[in-house]
């Protein structure tokens, strides 16, 4: 009689430990902890590739996701994935994005500057991770929309003199408010200031973004959105 409950009990273990690998996520992807962030119908849904260079590119960021996240603080894939379809949705010429780490997240928004036709200009202080970030951008193929600058973007970024699109402030949580107050001017009417993981930033940072009638802002995942507002006509 023990013995068959024992059987039992193993049987059912087994069953539940094969559900269990049937219904789970795919590992490596959103490992960032924000994976679907509610819309559990679209949990899942990996992005398709349209053709071969976006698989190339899409395989490179997997590859990341997977084996060099460790260390690199890097955005969720389902927050790359926001990146990418606001940065081709406004049709972006010109990405500022400060916090390079290994180029995940600017991996991401090559996807969508390679149909804009647009660029990348990258900051960031650490050499290690820039490094690492630069064999990320060839072997995706992408090195030739980049511009990876070294040093204090307190400091470098004040060189910037284009237009910006889409500024993306993903680096000293400390230094999100400066980043702004030195970069909103350059960002053109109807671009975008998105800014990764607000929480730890300060209260200045977040009336800057709410408090100004000439910004719109909202959150999705981890990704805080701030429009430039259009002057109406
Ligand atoms: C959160 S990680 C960026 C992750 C990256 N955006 C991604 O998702 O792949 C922050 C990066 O900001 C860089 N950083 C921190 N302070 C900086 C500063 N003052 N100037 C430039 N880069 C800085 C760090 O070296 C680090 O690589």
């Known amino acids: 009689m023990v013995k068959k409950i024992m059987l039992v009990i193993l049987a059912a273990a087994l069953l539940l430990t094969v559900v269990e690998s049937l219904t789970a996520q ?30 190339k590119i899409l395989s490179v960021l997997e590859d990341m996701d997977r084996n060099q996240r460790r260390g690199m603080m890097n955005v969720p894939e389902q927050d790359g994935r926001i990146l990418r ?13 400060i916090g390079t780490s290994n180029g995940y997240s600017g991996i991401w928004f090559c996807l969508a500057l390679r149909t804009t036709g647009g ?25 030739n929309m ?6 204090d973007a ?20 400390e230094g999100y408010t400066d980043y702004l107050k030195k970069l909103l ?14 929480d ?5 940072f977040i ?8 910004l719109e802002t909202v959150q999705a995942q981890g990704v805080t959105m701030t429009l430039k507002k259009r002057q109406s006509k």
């Not at 980049?146 to 040093?151: A, D, F, N, Q, R």
């Not at 307190?154 to 949580?173: G, N, Q, R, S, Y």
């Open 26 to 55: 795919p590992p490596g992807r959103g490992s960032g902890g924000r994976r679907g962030g509610g819309i559990s119908a679209l949990q899942g849904h990996a992005p398709l590739p349209a053709n071969e260079q976006e698989r």
């Open 85 to 97: 379809l606001l940065t081709e949705a406004v049709g972006a010429k010109h990405v500022v994005e």
């Open 119 to 143: 660029k990348l200009t990258t900051h960031d202080i650490d050499e290690g991770r820039a490094s690492l970030a630069r064999k990320n951008f060839k072997r995706a193929g992408v090195d």
């Open 146 to 151: 980049v511009t990876l600058v070294m040093g």
């Open 154 to 173: 307190h400091e470098t970024v004040t060189k910037i003199k284009e237009p910006i699109d889409v500024l993306f402030i993903d680096a000293d949580k």
């Open 185 to 198: 001017p350059l960002v053109r009417p109807g671009g975008l200031i998105l800014s990764h993981n607000i």
């Open 200 to 204: 730890m930033v300060g209260q200045g």
């Open 207 to 214: 009336d800057a973004i709410t408090k100004n009638p000439n």
